[in-house]
Antibody
């Protein structure tokens, strides 16, 4: 059974960089056809896709976040990571990692449990 | 970007009721529409993909329909465990986008 688990600091100061890692078990991020990405949810609000990566390094980012986001993958550790720089209070959210089911549509079939990141001094 | 609009934002129903949630896309997305269920404190769970295909393990009381810009999620016989917020999501083009959610209460 595929499992995804987010990890990283729960508190980040304004203007600093948010860094999270998603560890994947029960399957390989190098498996052909799957993309791995990040989706966030501010407290009490809806879901926002941030970006996704293919194991080869090909990335897709939400245009409005693209200038601040970097997603990378480490196939040797079977994990992928998110870096979001110059954070503000608006970046406070539960961050989920998720698998895109295939390359034909943006459908997310496996999700991590989520991790709350608060941006505050 | 494609905008997704759900209605209603919330609803209250009784056990056994038929519940319908609608989702409208700002432009045609063919059948590239997914539905997710999110329970409090949990990650979203994929219920339906490409508008009407039931994800493995999802009860058959959930169904989806629609194409183009207008879509519907139906729960035929609401159960207590169906209390959750439901999100539609267009999977047609980048960036994928979610509706604002519909909270279902009993």
């Amino acid at each position: 059974q595929l499992q995804l688990q987010e990890s990283g600091p729960g508190l980040v100061k304004p203007s600093e960089t948010l860094s999270l890692t998603c560890n994947v078990s029960g399957g390989s991020i190098s498996s052909s056809g799957y993309y791995w990405g990040w989706i966030r949810q501010p407290p009490g609000k809806g879901l926002e896709w941030i970006g996704s990566i293919y194991y080869s390094g090909s990335t897709f980012y939400k245009p409005s976040l693209k200038s601040r986001v970097t997603i990378s993958a480490d196939t040797s550790k079977n994990q992928f990571s998110l870096r979001l720089n110059s954070v503000t209070a608006a970046d406070t959210a539960v961050y989920y990692c998720a698998r895109r089911i295939d390359s034909s549509s943006w459908t997310f079939d496996y999700w991590g449990q989520g991790t709350l990141v608060t941006v505050s001094s | 970007d494609i905008q997704m609009t759900q209605s209603p934002s919330s609803l209250s129903a009784s056990v056994g009721d038929r519940v319908t949630i609608t989702c409208r896309a700002s432009q045609s997305i063919s059948s590239y529409l997914n539905w997710y269920q999110q329970k409090p404190g949990k990650a979203p769970k994929l219920l339906i993909y490409v508008a009407s295909s039931l994800q493995s393990g999802v009860p058959s009381r959930f169904s989806g329909s629609g194409s183009g810009t207008d879509f519907t999620l139906t729960i035929s016989g609401l159960q207590p465990e169906d209390i959750a917020t439901y999100y539609c999501q267009q999977s047609y083009i980048t960036p994928p986008a979610f509706g604002q959610g519909t909270k279902v209460e009993i």
